[in-house]
């Protein structure tokens, strides 16, 4: 019951902030960009006053699957960074400014404070999410061929868990730290760290987050799910549970004032 | 010549598939964007900046506004 309020209020202020409306067209434009500028790169080249004469440079044909991973590349960085920027303050903003005081004074419980937050900010990020794969599915099977909805909603699913996983680190630094801007380089800097990692330990580390949008492109190719992507997505809902315990474990102990 | 004919090539109702969507998501980027700077009571920096900033930054300009532009205290 008073986690529902808090949850109310949490959507209420995100509307009234407008991310309601930034955050989902700022999706569907990442996703939408990379399979529009390939697709009219001929063209595009042409307007610009085109090739010399002579010049012959192959355009890949491009699978559905691979658009998919246009999109998700976009995702992957600028969308990362969208959100890290985006749910920079959710916390650390209010702790700055006092507001998480005023709040907190009443009998509000620390979990139900903070999982308040992470799940307005996740429905928030999933929905602008969904909408922009959405974009990108309408212009695949306009421009580059057939992609079902079934393996849409699969996609979106997988990558909606990564996605899970920035939001929750995010809201972690957020209970850590008071200063927007370290909490918003954080999460950045640890999702690029993840990804680095997993690079180079790539042979051990086969479940991790950061290769989901690798098993969606092989789920796409096959047509089945990869039993990787199951075992990666189980390691990113266990690390969501952790961060979100974590930070609530955090506030908990940590003293307000500080 | 030649430049002429191979604009003429673009087959233009491919290409308002593209450009309609893209136009219509930055509209509303800026229109929101503007009006939240015209209710909103202090914004960090001038508001004529953001002003700026928001008219005459093509997409960027409002998402930057939105982020660093507002303030909720």
Redesign the interface.
């Known amino acids: 019951m008073q986690w529902w309020t808090l949850f109310q209020k949490e959507l209420i202020e995100n509307v009234r902030?407008?991310?309601w409306?930034?955050v989902p067209?700022?999706m569907?434009?990442l996703a939408?960009v990379d399979p529009?500028t390939n697709y009219?790169l001929p063209?595009i080249i042409?307007?610009a006053?085109?090739m010399p004469d002579g010049t012959e440079i192959q355009l890949p044909e491009y699978q559905p699957s691979d658009v998919v991973m246009m999109s998700l590349g976009q995702f992957n960085s600028l969308g990362v960074l969208?959100i890290a920027?985006?749910s920079m303050?959710t916390i650390a903003?209010e702790r700055k400014?006092g507001?998480a005081e005023l709040i907190l004074v009443k009998p509000v419980s620390y979990t139900n404070y903070i999982t308040a937050k992470w799940a307005s900010l996740s429905l928030l990020t999933l929905t602008s999410i969904t909408l922009g794969m959405i974009?990108s599915w309408y212009y695949i099977n306009?421009l580059f061929g057939d992609l079902s909805f079934g393996a849409l909603l699969q996609v979106v699913f997988f990558y909606g868990l990564w996605i899970l996983l920035v939001v929750s680190i995010s809201i972690f630094y957020n209970t850590l730290f008071k200063i927007p801007g370290l909490v918003a380089f954080l999460t950045f800097a640890t999702v690029i760290l993840m990804g680095v990692i997993t690079s180079i330990f790539a042979h051990v580390l086969e479940w991790s987050p950061n290769n989901i949008s690798n098993y969606i492109q092989q789920m796409l190719v096959t047509g089945s799910v990869p039993s990787d992507l199951i075992g990666a997505s189980l390691v990113t809902l266990i690390m969501i549970v952790l961060l979100v315990g974590g930070s609530v474990f955090i506030f908990k102990t940590k003293d307000m004032a500080e | 010549m030649e430049e002429i004919n191979s604009i003429n090539e673009i087959d233009w109702t491919d290409m308002l598939t593209v450009i309609v969507p893209m136009l219509v998501i930055q509209a509303i980027l800026l229109i929101a964007a503007i009006i939240d700077l015209i209710r909103i009571e202090r914004t960090n920096g001038p508001k004529w900046a953001w002003a700026l900033v928001i008219v005459f930054i093509n997409i960027i300009g409002p998402i930057i506004y939105f982020i660093f532009g507002r303030r909720n205290d």
Do not use: C, E, P, R
Request: aromatic letters at 8%; hydrophobic letters at 65%; a neutral charge.
């Open positions: 902030n407008i991310k409306i930034w067209l700022v569907i434009l939408i529009l009219f063209q042409d307007a006053g085109g969208v920027l985006m303050g903003g400014s507001v974009a306009l």
